[in-house]
C-alpha cells in the first residue's frame, strides 16, 4: 500500500534548468495537489487538479506548470528553475466523498536551485 | 481568500500536561477542519478531522470547532516527547476542492 509515491526526493538544479517532479497515488482519488513548503510560510498551494482533465492555479502558480496525465499521475514541471524556488514540494491527493475529504501526502521532494 | 490563522509558536509544555492548540479562520461559509502533525523533515500525517459544532476525542487528542467564534482547537492530553511537532490546521470548504492551511504551531514536550 504505497499511497502517494513522488519522485526525485531530492534534486540539485542550476538557475535555467528544467526539472519534472513525479507523483502517482494508488488510492483512486479523484483530486490531486501540489504543495510547496518554505520556513514560515506553510504549505502554499502551487496548482490542483479535481479530477482527471482538469487542473487549476493555487496560490502560488508563476513558474510552474502541471500535467494530470491520467487518474494516478500528477506531475509538476519547472520549466526555467529559479533561487525562489528552492523548497519542499509535496504532492497530496484527496477521495472526497461528499463533503468529506482528507488529504493524503507523499514524502516530499526537497528542490535546490543554485 | 479563506484565511487560516495560527500562533507560529513555540509552544512548550512539560511532559504529562495538556496542550491547547489552536486556530482561527474567516469565512463562515460551511466546511470541514483537519489537524495535520509534521515530524520535522516529514510529510504532514492527519490527526483528526472534525465537521460539527462540539468536541471529538481520538484517544489523547480532542478537536473542538466553534463555528459561531470561528475557531477550531486540539488539545493533546498526557503529552508525549513524542508529540513533539508542528501543528497544522487546515479546512475544506463543503463545496470546492482546495484545502487552506495555517501556516503551522510548533509544540515542544520536556521531559
Known amino acids: 500500500n504505497a499511497g502517494v509515491t513522488q519522485t526525485p526526493k531530492f534534486q540539485v538544479l542550476k538557475t535555467g534548468q528544467s526539472m519534472t517532479l513525479q507523483c502517482a497515488q494508488d488510492?483512486?482519488?479523484?483530486?490531486m495537489y501540489w504543495y510547496r513548503q518554505d520556513p514560515g510560510m506553510g504549505l502554499r498551494l502551487i496548482y490542483y487538479?479535481?479530477?482527471?482533465?482538469?487542473?487549476d492555479k493555487g496560490e502560488v502558480p508563476n513558474g510552474y506548470n502541471v500535467s494530470r496525465l491520467n487518474k494516478r499521475e500528477f506531475s509538476l514541471r519547472l520549466e526555467s528553475a529559479a533561487p525562489s524556488q528552492t523548497s519542499v514540494y509535496f504532492c497530496?491527493?484527496?477521495?472526497?466523498?461528499?463533503?468529506?475529504?482528507?488529504?493524503?501526502f507523499g514524502e516530499g521532494s526537497r528542490l535546490t536551485v543554485l | 481568500q479563506k484565511e487560516v490563522e495560527q500562533n507560529s509558536g513555540p509552544l512548550s509544555v512539560p511532559e504529562g500536561a495538556i496542550a491547547s492548540l489552536n486556530c482561527t479562520y474567516s469565512?463562515?461559509?460551511?466546511?470541514?477542519f483537519f489537524w495535520y502533525r509534521q515530524y520535522s523533515g516529514k510529510s504532514p500525517e492527519l490527526i483528526m478531522s472534525?465537521?460539527?459544532?462540539g468536541d471529538k476525542e481520538d484517544g489523547r487528542f480532542t478537536a473542538q470547532l466553534n463555528k459561531a467564534s470561528q475557531y477550531v482547537s486540539l488539545l493533546i492530553r498526557d503529552s508525549q516527547p513524542s508529540d513533539s511537532a508542528t501543528y497544522l490546521c487546515?479546512?475544506?470548504?463543503?463545496?470546492?476542492?482546495?484545502?487552506?492551511f495555517g501556516t503551522g504551531t510548533s509544540l515542544t514536550v520536556i521531559p
Open positions: 487546515a479546512l475544506l470548504p463543503n463545496t470546492g476542492n482546495q484545502f487552506y
Open positions: 469565512d463562515r461559509v460551511s466546511q470541514s
Open positions: 487538479s479535481a479530477s482527471e482533465g482538469t487542473t
Open positions: 488510492m483512486n482519488h479523484n483530486s
Open positions: 497530496a491527493s484527496s477521495g472526497r466523498q461528499g463533503w468529506v475529504g482528507e488529504l493524503f
Open positions: 472534525i465537521y460539527s459544532n
